[in-house]
């Protein structure tokens, strides 16, 4: 009689393991290598960054803005055991985490979550990452296109995704769940 082992499915501790200067998620189970960034990715993470983090990363009566949230790069999310991102930003409303996230993995769900999308990136950003935020409730999701020049915002229904807005550069625009102040997107797509 042949047994067959289950196979195990790989968790935080594992990627203690791999190569400390690569970036890894882990999706479905899979260990995942996050590809490095390209210009256009990076400047539009950090563009995103400056756009977002003054006026929401603060308490109350932040910097020309409400405050209320915690906004971070680059973190580790454990959405569940077999199901970790590192999303390129993310946040928190204070009245969900009142302290400074600390640590890694953080394990409390995200009220938004962003990707910059690269062509190497896109598809599993669009499609597995979509799903995995939304099988976690995850309320809002952005995507950032910075060659075509768009960002995408999905809100969380029971059903799936609602596209809620898709915006580019131009005139500033009020996008959920920061819409209590009006961004400026070109700087995201090289507009000085």
């Known amino acids: ?46 563009g995103l960054n400056e756009l977002v983090r003054p006026p929401f990363h603060r308490r109350a009566g932040g910097e020309g803005g409400p405050g209320g949230w915690w906004i971070l790069g680059e973190v580790e999310v454990e959405l569940g055991p077999h199901d970790l991102v590192r999303p390129d930003l993310v ?17 409390l769900r995200p009220d938004w979550v962003c990707e910059i999308l690269s062509p190497s990136t896109a598809r599993r950003d669009l499609g597995q990452k979509a ?17 075509a020049g768009f960002v995408q915002v999905l809100r969380h229904t029971p059903e799936g995704h609602l596209v809620d807005a898709v915006a580019g550069p131009g005139e500033p625009v009020r996008l959920h769940p920061f819409d209590a102040v009006a961004l400026d997107l070109g700087r995201l797509f090289g507009a000085e």
Do not use: C, N
């Not at 009245?95 to 953080?106: A, Y």
């Not at 995850?138 to 910075?146: A, F, L, N």
């Open 91 to 107: 946040g928190w409303r204070r009245e969900r985490l009142p302290d400074r996230p600390t640590g890694s993995p953080q394990r």
């Open 1 to 46: 009689m042949a047994s067959s082992a289950a196979r195990a499915l790989p968790t935080h501790a594992d990627l203690a393991r791999l190569d400390p200067d690569g970036a890894y998620e882990i999706l479905g189970g899979e260990i995942v290598e996050k590809a490095a960034p390209s210009g256009e990715h990076g400047d539009a993470q950090a």
């Open 131 to 147: 799903l995995l935020y939304h099988r976690f409730e995850v309320p809002w999701y952005w995507t950032v296109d910075p060659v």
